[in-house]
Nanobody, 119 residues
Framework: QVQLVESGGGLVQPGGSLRLSCAAS????????MGWYRQAPGKQRELVAG???????QYADSVKGRFTISRDNAKNTVYLQMNSLKPEDTAVYYC?????????????WGQGTQVTVSS
């Protein structure tokens, strides 16, 4: 089992910044791909940024150039630095860990942290 605990959400004005953290209960980054997802009211959950076990990074087009995903292996923590925030970034942000073994997906979710961008 893996527990993921997010923190760092809150209320911020447009143009502001927040840094989200996702702490894993044990060392997993060497075998799990990590991702930040978000879900706004009435919308499907979407991938915002991901970092593979090998260190490959991807971003949704809507956040490229504004968000940065990173990880600290020593602290078992993944971060999402969010800059130039927009009202449309408002959502609950979830941390995800997943791996595939012989085609079977194993995954874990955090409890989510609310991000609200409003003046």
């Amino acid at each position: 089992q893996v527990q993921l605990v997010e923190s760092g959400g809150g209320l911020v004005q447009p143009g502001g910044s927040l840094r989200l953290s996702c702490a894993a209960s044990r060392t997993i980054f060497d075998i799990y791909n990590m991702g930040w997802y978000r879900q706004a009211p009435g919308k499907q959950r979407e991938l915002v940024a991901g970092i593979s076990s090998g260190g490959d990074i991807q971003y949704a087009d809507s956040v490229k150039g504004r968000f940065t995903i990173s990880r600290d292996n020593a602290k078992n923590t993944v971060y999402l630095q969010m800059n130039s925030l927009k009202p449309e970034d408002t959502a609950v942000y979830y941390c995800n860990a997943e791996k595939y073994i012989v085609g079977v997906r194993y995954y874990y979710w955090g409890q989510g942290t609310q991000v609200t961008v409003s003046s």
